[in-house]
């Protein structure tokens, strides 16, 4: 069982800057970054292949938000720059095995969320 724990949510003035951080227990194939507001559906924000190899991002933070891993310490981040009020929401860590004929992660594994909020 893969446990996933987030930290570094936290309040910032808009165009502040955040680090989102997430322990992994466990080996990891590949992992991701989602959010989710009070009333709406999750939303994907940033993807990372298995090794690293790749990585994708939502439309709406490309050149703002930056995913790394670090696999010594099993660690996956969320580097996250210019933040406006819009991406306020609860964050959520999530991995899971690589579906390799597919080409997709198979998120069956989920932090608790580490909430960011972003004011104007």
């Known amino acids: 069982q893969v446990q996933l724990v987030e930290s570094g949510g936290g309040s910032v003035q808009a165009g502040g800057s955040l680090r989102l951080s997430c322990a992994a227990s466990g080996y990891i194939y590949c992992m991701g970054w989602f959010r989710q507001v009070p009333g709406k559906g999750r939303e994907g924000v940033a993807w990372?292949?298995?090794?690293?190899?790749?990585?994708d991002y939502a439309d709406s933070v490309k050149g703002r938000f930056t995913i790394s891993q670090d696999n010594a310490k099993n660690t996956l981040y969320l580097q996250m720059n210019s933040l406006k009020p819009e991406d306020t929401a609860m964050y959520y860590c999530?991995?899971?095995?690589?579906?390799?004929?597919?080409?997709?992660?198979?998120?069956?594994?989920w932090g608790q969320g580490t909430q960011v909020t972003v004011s104007s």
């Open positions: 999530a991995a899971g095995p690589w579906r390799s004929l597919l080409g997709t992660c198979d998120y069956k594994y």
């Open positions: 990372i292949g298995p090794g690293g190899t790749s990585t």
